[in-house]
């Protein structure tokens, strides 16, 4: 019995696909999650998010929000989801060294925290941007 | 009466103009199709996040108060976000928005708050600054197909504000997008945000995690910054076809101009050559008569 899953973001919907399991970054740690688990509403961290599906493991980049699970269907909202092949590498390194930069020069207490916030993401996008590339060279 | 080259003439500059205002309907109208999908592409994310905000309002109304639930009795401070769009040609769209906007203002002053403007976009921002508002946060140069992250500082603004005291509602001023013929102004009350009604045989028994009071937390404000993100793209759609429409009346008007410029030109053709011809004519039988 497979889970119905949907990642949404505000501006599209990501995927929306039967799966066998899900991997995901919330707030109090990594949860996993297969058909029929208990009603859950958890927040999502920045982090890698990996769904299983036959066998294979999809890996995505998101950058917070929540997840809604229900016996045979769960629901990811998103603030940005990306696979990994949609990454743009170039940009999130550009994203990464912007944001190292910001890091160094410390303006103020809330400009560092916003920084650290987007090497995060930076990192994360990089990290799944680089696990496909891993799994193609197989 | 015009000679018939400065007719031609004329008949040229507005076949010309005709050509541009057909090219620019065209435009619109095909940035008008790409931003109804956008607007429709937020729909299921605004929908869920409803649900999800359904459930945990209608089980803890105790968890209101300090929460961009609270709504408060004694309303001083109103903020109001105008969402217009940066460039004109696009018929009454602009004035329609900023007159509401006007009356907004001084109705809300006439209760005794205070309003402060929020503009979006640059039609809205010059006519705040012109008119002397209290115009506190603006955002212009969004483009056609902005993204959620180009709106998330605006919602900051008035999220921060809500929870400090500084506001005690928010509203968003926006042309609603009703069809490509009728884009109405509409305002609607972003904070306090109205909890949906959730009826009761959907309740299902969740795990929060962290907590319930936190998962609230998060939402709330995403809620807030959703609301803003698509009225914003109903306001992009509504530009375009706004201006479509415009420019379709413009090509007819300038079609009408060319005929009646056309006819005009025919006539003074033809009264130049029966001048000529009778002048020739008058100019032989003098000579016949010598």
Known sequence: MPIHLEIVTAERVVLSDDVDMINAPTKDGRVGILPRHAPLLTILEVGELDIIKDGVTMPFAISGGFMEVLPTRVTILADTAERADEIDEARAEEARRAAEQRIAERKSAQDLALAEAELRRALIQLKVAQLKKVRRDK | MPSTREIRRRIRSVKNLAQITRAMEMVSASKMRRAQRNVLATRPYADRLLDVMGELTGRAVGMRRGTLLEVRPNVKGVALIVVTPDRGLAGSLVTNVLRRAARFTLEEQEKGRMVEIVAIGKKGRDFMVRTHQRLVAEKIKLGDYPRLTDILGIATHVVNGFLTGRYDEVHVLYSQFVNTLVQRPTTRRLLPIE?????????????????????????????????LYQAVLEAIASEHSARMVAMRNATDNAKDLQRDLTLSYNKTRQANITKEVSEIASGAAALAEM
């Not at chain 2, 959730?198 to 807030?224: G, N």
């Open chain 2, 195 to 227: 909890p949906p009604h959730e009826p009761a045989d959907r309740m299902v028994d969740y795990t929060y995690e962290p907590s319930q009071e936190e998962v609230l937390h998060e939402l709330l404000p995403r809620f807030v910054e959703v609301q």
